[in-house]
């Protein structure tokens, strides 16, 4: 229940593209889905987050879509280019005792975009 | 922009030995936890600490791993006797800057320590 499952592993998109990458999940106490960029050698660095009271978030290129029912929710990278390419973590949190709020990993999406 | 910082960048010790990982977390920042990244696998948990004790800790926290806050800004990580499998990045993150209560949740992490256990 504590799972959160990422697709797809790995993903090559053209300049100009759209990346899109899609995370579901278990346990309904989740409140809070952040994704998190990584470039190699570096600490992840949050590039986005939801709660489940929107469906949507835009904040530039990047757009969260959030289906509660469905247990959902995915990343969409518009116009991508060769910078973006990193991998993508998607995580939740929920309440835990003492407003601990550890974050759930899924296993990232390695992004290459193609000049 | 403020920012969490980790040291050393890279450790590389023996078998058996003590490492302490250190991390100053965001100065206003009220939450803090570490983080594990084995080569190529997703982040895991390890411990949140807060109000000076730990909040929760996974199963692989176990005996050999403590956490403390000595001061007003470091946080620290010790492994007791480390073992192969130990071999990792680790990452300090922290959250909850006074203020807004969405706060808590963004969790913004240090650039990690490379540990190597030969």
């Known amino acids: 229940q504590q799972q959160v499952k990422q697709s797809p592993q790995s993903l090559i998109v053209q300049k100009g593209g759209i990346s899109i990458i899609n995370c579901a999940y278990e346990?309904?106490?989740?409140?809070?889905f952040p994704w998190y960029q990584q470039f190699p050698g570096k600490g992840p660095a949050l590039l986005i987050a939801?709660?489940?009271d929107v469906s949507e978030k835009k904040e530039g290129r990047f757009t969260i879509s959030f289906n509660k029912s469905a247990k959902q929710f995915s990343l969409h990278i518009m116009d991508s280019q060769p910078g973006d390419s990193a991998t993508y973590f998607c995580?939740?949190?929920?309440?835990?005792?003492?407003?601990?709020?550890?974050?759930?990993w899924g296993l990232g999406t390695s992004l290459a975009v193609n000049p | 922009e403020p920012e969490v910082t980790q040291t050393p960048s890279h450790q590389v010790t023996q078998m058996g030995q003590e490492v302490i990982l250190r991390c100053v977390p965001i100065?206003?920042?009220?939450?803090f936890y570490w983080y594990r990244q084995i080569l190529g696998q997703k982040v895991e948990f390890l411990v949140s600490?807060?109000?000076?004790?730990?909040?929760?800790k996974s199963e692989i926290f176990d005996d050999q791993f403590s956490v403390e806050r000595p001061d007003g800004s470091n946080f620290t990580l010790k492994i007791r006797s480390t073992k192969l499998e130990d071999s990792a990045m680790y990452f300090c993150a922290s959250s909850g800057g006074r203020g807004a209560v969405l706060s808590y949740n963004e969790q913004f992490f240090g650039p990690g320590t490379r540990l190597t256990v030969l």
């Open positions: 995580a939740a949190s929920g309440n835990n005792a003492g407003n601990n709020r550890k974050l759930i």
């Open positions: 100065s206003n920042h009220l939450y």
């Open positions: 939801i709660r489940p």
């Open positions: 600490f807060y109000n000076n004790e730990i909040s929760e």
């Open positions: 346990n309904t106490a989740f409140d809070y």
